[in-house]
């Protein structure tokens, strides 16, 4: 179905190809997974079969790419339209039309297809994707995982035989990320459409792949085979491989299911060993990881604290120790209730992860902390200020947030103007958000357009503009959207530090893997109503939804990560085979 001959892809002014090298085939009927490290060009490969490499971006695309037989060298998008479906990264920069009935028919209208087919076609989709109740919504008023399946939606009503999808789970819960995948292997199963699809959350779709497309670096040749064998070289790979390098099974489980099956033995050894109290990094272990997040540090921290830690069980923070506050807070959003009586506190050097269903409240959360919104009920202190109504150039001081959309916060023509402009803001010494660039983001030059860098590399200079300003409180809107396992890393070793200092982090996530490696405490919200507020290990390992893939393996033993693990069993061998022959990811 999809045909690359010796494909290569070159932006102006780039040093070496983006793609180099791509000869392979797609086959009809299959769902191909693409994977490979942040800024490998999975993104400009995918954009080679919409034609919108090179017709869109630009660049020179040199050899031959056909999708159905059409050259889309020759066919422009719009001649495309009709076989293949895309969804970008962005879902806002995929919309047209301001609701979501609308937008679900706007492709059809386009392509012509008759009113009956069209209202029927809409409904199939609504029901699919759970969007049955926000059919009149304006699309504006939508959480980001909602906008996201909205967007997944409309590509798929017109019903195209290939669909090219760019991250398409990175803003959806769990259940909804389950629904959409279930919705794919559907059409690939049963319709014979062509899905070829890059994601970086692979605990959530290798399992689901007829094969793997990897990516191993930039301009590298592709590598194409079954997941299995791709996950065994590949250097991203989720928990669940990783948990099973670190045993010596062999094939390599991909998903829980199939680890479960031959974890007896693990388990069996583990239960002789107490899990640690909080999670280790994730990553490259060079040496032993703290197995509880580092007490805070002495003066004035230390004595606000009384050397009590607010997690894993610990007392609660006293009323001096408490950063941020909110007691009974509601908040409207048009005719949405979006919160309801929330009682919530974080204390100094607390990494809380607000959880739970796309258009549970989290962002809503957020946006009341920093004072974007305005609380109907209740009330919002933060560093014993309302934050709404306080002056924006004085809550800067006070509260940092980095929202879901990172080109909200971009808006000079280079990375260096960007990192300039924030040391001014900040007063802080010149080159200091340049540091924190350059651990975040290794290897991106001082010249390069905030608009050519990935998504992940966006979202990861905005968190470095943001905490340029070292605020105390750290507010996160899905940090991990476009990051890979590497990238993950090097973020949870930054806001560690930040925790380490003092500094308050709460994040909205969907990313499990990441609560449970960097989470002293989970906020589970539900309906604009808080549902559960524990330590990480009490909250997630109880829930099907929200616990990672290592804690689903292993429980009912409370462990939540690899590194956990690897750090508990040492340098003995391997519980079944032997000294493990898989690195570390």
């Known amino acids: 179905m999809i045909r690359f001959e010796q494909v290569a892809v070159r932006y102006a002014d780039a040093d070496r190809p983006t793609l180099s090298g791509v000869d392979l085939t797609v086959p009809e009927g299959e769902l191909v ?56 990264q962005d879902p806002l920069a995929h919309f047209v039309t301001a609701t979501v009935e609308d937008e679900l028919a706007y492709g059809m209208e386009s392509l012509g297809l008759a009113p009956d087919v069209m209202r029927r076609r ?26 996201q399946r909205v967007a997944i939606g409309s590509v798929l009503t017109p019903h195209p035989k290939v669909l090219v999808l760019d991250e398409p789970t990175s803003a959806l819960d ?61 250097p991203v790979r989720p928990p669940v491989v990783e948990l099973g390098r670190l045993a010596g099974w062999e094939p390599l489980p991909l998903s829980v299911r199939d680890a479960r099956r031959r974890s007896a033995p693990l388990r069996e050894r583990l239960a002789q060993i107490t899990p640690p109290a909080a999670s280790a990094p994730i990553g490259p272990v ?67 992860a607000l959880m739970g269903r796309n258009g549970a409240g989290k962002s809503t959360l957020l946006s009341a902390l920093v004072g974007m919104l305005e609380p109907t009920a209740g009330s919002v202190l933060v560093g014993g200020l309302h934050p709404f109504r306080t002056a924006p150039r004085e809550m800067v001081r006070r509260v940092g947030l ?34 924190l660039v350059s651990e975040l983001l290794p290897g991106v030059p001082d010249a390069t357009h905030p608009r050519d860098l990935s998504e992940g590399q966006r979202l990861a200079l905005a ?41 308050a982090v709460v994040l909205a996530t969907h990313d499990v893997e990441l609560a449970a490696e ?37 429980a009912p033993q409370e462990w939540l990560t690899v590194t956990q693990v ?14 493990s022959t898989g690195s570390p990811a």
Do not use: N
């Open 174 to 234: 769990p259940a909804a990320a389950e629904e959409v995948l279930a919705v794919l292997q559907r059409l690939v199963h049963d319709l014979g459409t062509t899905v070829l699809m890059a994601e970086h959350r692979l605990e959530r779709v290798v399992q689901y792949a007829d094969q793997v497309l990897l990516l191993p670096s930039p301009g590298a040749a592709p590598v194409l085979g079954a997941p299995a064998d791709v996950m065994a070289l590949s």
């Open 518 to 554: 960097l989470a002293h405490r989970v906020v589970i919200l539900a309906d604009g109503e808080v549902v559960a507020d524990g330590p990480t290990a009490r909250v997630v390992v109880s829930s099907p939804a929200f616990a990672p893939q290592t804690a689903k393996i292993l």
């Open 566 to 579: 690897r750090t508990a069993l040492g340098p003995a061998r391997s519980p079944e085979t032997g000294p």
């Open 33 to 88: 997974l693409l994977v490979g490290p942040s800024g490998v060009g999975k993104s400009t490969l995918l954009g080679t079969v919409s034609g919108l490499v090179p017709h869109f971006t630009g660049g020179v695309l040199s050899g031959r790419v056909t999708v159905g037989g059409r050259d889309t060298r020759t066919h422009k998008p719009r001649e495309l339209a009709d076989l293949v479906g895309t969804v970008g």
């Open 122 to 147: 809409v409904e199939e989709t609504l029901d699919l994707l759970g969007l049955a109740e926000l059919r009149d919504r304006p699309i504006a008023t939508l959480s980001g995982g909602q906008q």
């Open 402 to 435: 980095v929202p879901q959309e990172p080109r909200d916060l971009l808006y000079a023509d280079t990375v260096a103007a960007e990192c300039a402009a924030a040391d001014s803001d900040a007063g802080a010494p010149p080159g200091s958000c340049r540091a």
């Open 286 to 352: 060079t040496a032993a990881a703290p197995a509880a997040p580092p007490a805070p540090r002495g003066g004035l921290l230390g004595r606000l604290l009384g050397g009590r830690r607010t997690t894993a069980g610990a007392p609660a923070p006293s009323e001096a120790a408490v950063v941020a506050r909110a007691d009974g807070l509601g908040l409207r959003r048009g005719r949405v209730e979006a919160l309801r009586r929330v009682t919530l506190s974080v204390a100094p050097g607390e990494t809380v």
């Open 463 to 503: 968190l470095a503009l943001v905490l340029t300003a070292r605020p105390p409180l750290l507010l996160l809107d899905e940090p991990t959207r476009g990051l890979d396992y590497a990238a993950k890393a090097r973020l949870v070793g930054v806001l560690r530090g930040l925790a380490d200092e003092g500094h």
